[in-house]
């Protein structure tokens, strides 16, 4: 079955530094998402992207956040200059459509920040 | 503020009993549900989804039902195995024009041999 993969499994980076999270959607789908969840909270949307563009966004992604789909497979989350608070669980999700679509989720990268 | 909820935390259950997780949810216009699973240090698993149009649908040993009068969701897992242990998110889609999901806090579900 396909499924969503997402590298690093684990990154460790130091305070201030810049971070690239790497997925591959489904590959036939079209809507590709990025969540977060802070240990022991609940799963909280970031992002939602369509056609090249970002869709919906919520108001955890700020100026320190992008998204980039730079070629046909690959989908990717860019934190500037990390913070404490943004250790946590991202998980990359795609769906087919953008409506009454299931998201299915990779097994998300453990970004601590130190 | 929290628009989807649980009721219990953790449930446990022996095996091969019948467990249901249930979910409020606080916003009325939301017409898409799903329920995830995840197991530790992987990602939510899809489990069975549910449009608003709908009161129940039913999958491979599990039930989601719908309540709109109450705003309130639930899944049942008949036959429950080893295998079901693990977190039950309930999400809502609470944008119709794209797929914006709010997750509930979880229930840990238990099996017990």
């Known amino acids: 079955e396909p499924e969503v993969t997402q590298t690093p499994s684990h990154q460790v980076t130091q305070m201030g530094q810049e971070v690239i999270l790497r997925c591959v959607p489904i590959s036939n789908h079209l809507y590709f998402y990025w969540y977060r969840q802070i240990l022991g909270q609940k799963v909280e949307f970031l992002v939602s992207?369509?056609?090249?563009?970002?869709?919906?966004k919520s108001e955890i992604f700020d100026d320190q956040f992008s998204v980039e789909r730079p070629d046909g497979s690959n989908f990717t989350l860019k934190i500037r200059s990390t913070k404490l608070e943004d250790s946590a669980m991202y998980f990359c999700?795609?769906?087919?459509?953008?409506?009454?679509?299931?998201?299915?989720f990779g097994n998300g990268t453990r970004l601590t920040v130190t | 503020g929290e628009s989807v909820g649980l009721h219990l935390p953790t449930l446990s259950v022996q095996e091969g009993d019948n467990s249901i997780i249930n979910c409020a949810y606080s916003n009325s216009a939301s017409d898409y549900f799903i329920w995830y699973k995840q197991e530790s240090g992987k990602g939510p698993q899809f489990i069975i989804d549910i449009r608003s149009n709908m009161d129940k649908r039913q999958g491979q040993r599990v039930t989601v039902l719908l309540n709109k009068t109450v705003k309130h969701l639930s899944l049942q897992i008949a036959a429950t195995q080893p295998g079901d242990s693990a977190v039950y998110f309930c999400?809502?889609?609470?944008?119709?024009?794209?797929?914006?999901?709010?997750f509930g806090q979880g229930t840990r579900l238990t099996i017990n041999p």
């Open positions: 999400a809502e889609n609470i944008d119709q024009g794209a797929q914006k999901l709010v």
């Open positions: 992207f369509y056609n090249n563009e970002i869709s919906e």
């Open positions: 999700a795609s769906s087919r459509t953008g409506a009454n679509s299931p998201l299915h």
